[in-house]
């Protein structure tokens, strides 16, 4: 396949080489798609984006990207990994890890400058960031004065600055109120009508179908439970429930006990 990006074979990780957080997942990954990678806390979702990433590796099994083995000699490699990480690109779940710079304006300029990007591109891609996110208010403000929900759209930015070919996103709208999760939603829907590869772990099932056209389910077992296209496997209520992405309800009226299974969701937009 020409458009290949990633292709995962019989991929095991653990951490501590005793805590298996991914038990033998089967991947292939083509340029332009968009991508939910759906599972309970704890499947292996944000694991699996960063072996993605290039972060970690494989105890057993392969990762490929673009072509050529992901591993720690690939990465060593000086062009190949310049090359892969103006490629992709991840936003973690906890924007504190990204964020390291005394100012925001820093962080965002941090990843072009390590990359070495034209100085005049480089500027100009930032300024078209920073009015994308609404966040010229933010430049000179330390990360840690921010809001949760300012601080997820600088460490989006600090991805988008370097304009990458894939997106990683882990839980991008998590703890946001909804007029910053549709923004970010927004944005992830922009940046894949542009040709983006855009990959989001989530267990919001209620952005889903927006930001997403094939999905991938994770199992309580870390592995693929099942995958294909959204509006599919949504509609399997035994599949979301076997794998915790619905849960059962209790509620009292007029003396009588209710129950019933919905979906998880942190906000409704």
């Not at 806390?41 to 673009?66: H, M, R, W, Y």
């Not at 839980?171 to 910053?180: H, M, N, S, V, Y």
């Not at 056209?213 to 995958?227: F, G, P, Q, W």
Request: proline residues 4%; glycine residues 6%; aromatic residues 4%.
């Amino acid at each position: 396949m020409d458009d290949l990006i990633f292709s995962l074979r019989a991929v095991r990780f653990s951490y501590l080489k005793k805590y298996p957080a991914l038990g033998g997942l089967d991947m292939d990954i083509a340029r332009g798609q968009k991508i939910a990678i759906l599972g309970a806390n704890g499947s292996g979702k944000s694991t699996l984006l960063q072996l993605l990433d290039g972060l970690i590796f494989p105890d057993t099994g392969s990762v490929e990207a673009f072509g050529r083995r992901l591993d720690e000699a690939a990465l060593n490699n000086a062009d190949f990994s310049r090359r892969f990480r103006s490629k992709v690109g991840l936003v973690f779940q906890n924007p504190d890890i990204q964020l390291f710079c005394p100012t925001v304006k820093e962080d965002i300029l941090f990843g072009p400058l390590q990359l070495g990007l034209d100085k005049a591109k480089m500027n100009k891609r930032v300024d078209e960031v920073i009015t994308s996110l609404g966040i010229g208010d933010l430049l000179e403000r330390s990360p840690h004065q921010l809001s949760v929900g300012e601080k997820r759209k600088v460490s989006i930015a600090t991805v988008l600055a370097i304009d990458p070919d894939v997106l990683l996103l882990d839980e991008p709208t998590a703890g946001l109120d909804p007029q910053t999760s549709r923004h970010i939603m927004d944005i992830i829907i922009e940046a894949n009508v542009k040709g983006k590869t855009v990959i989001t772990a989530t267990h919001d099932l209620h952005i889903v179908e927006e930001i997403a056209s094939l999905a991938y389910i994770l199992s309580r077992e870390r592995k693929i439970a099942k995958s294909g296209p959204v509006e599919e496997l949504l509609k399997d209520v035994e599949l979301l429930q076997a794998n915790n992405l619905r849960h059962i309800h209790k509620h009292r009226h007029k003396d009588m006990e209710h129950i019933h299974p919905h979906q998880h969701t942190e906000h409704h937009l």
